[in-house]
C-alpha cells in the first residue's frame, strides 16, 4: 500500500512562508513519477478544497486564492511534493493534506496555522 507523509506545517506569522513535503513510500520511481499529486486543506466544518495540483509533465493548477502566492513543485528522484507558501494569511490556517489524484491514497495531514 502506497504511503504519503505530509511535514512543515506549524505556527507562521502572517506575511510569512512555509514549506510542506509530501513523500511518498511503497511505490516504485517510475509510476510515482507518472502520476500527478495534488495538496488539499481543510478547515472545521468545511469541505476539503483543491489548493495545488501538478501533472506528470509538471502542469500545475492553483486555486485563486493561492495564485501567485503557494508553489507545488516535485522531485521524482525522491518521490516527494513540494507546497511552498509564501504571503501567508490566517485564511490559510487549515490541515493540509497531499493526495495522488484520482486514488484513494491521501497522508495524515500536517497542520498550517498563520497568527500572529
Known amino acids: 500500500q502506497v504511503q504519503l507523509v505530509e511535514s512543515g506545517g506549524g505556527l507562521v506569522q502572517p506575511g510569512g512562508s512555509m514549506r510542506l513535503s509530501c513523500a511518498a513510500s511503497?511505490?516504485?520511481?517510475?509510476?510515482?513519477?507518472?502520476?500527478?499529486m495534488g495538496w488539499y486543506r481543510q478547515t472545521p466544518g468545511k469541505q476539503r478544497e483543491l489548493v495545488a495540483s501538478i501533472t506528470s509533465r509538471g502542469t500545475t493548477y492553483y486555486t485563486n486564492s493561492v495564485k501567485g502566492r503557494f508553489t507545488i513543485t516535485r522531485d521524482n528522484a525522491k518521490k516527494t511534493a513540494y507546497l511552498q507558501m509564501n504571503s501567508l494569511k490566517p485564511e490559510d490556517t487549515a490541515v493540509y493534506y497531499c493526495?495522488?489524484?484520482?486514488?484513494?491514497?491521501w497522508g495524515q495531514g500536517t497542520q498550517v496555522t498563520v497568527s500572529s
Open positions: 511503497r511505490i516504485i520511481s517510475t509510476i510515482y513519477s507518472s502520476g500527478g
Open positions: 493526495t495522488i489524484p484520482g486514488s484513494s491514497i
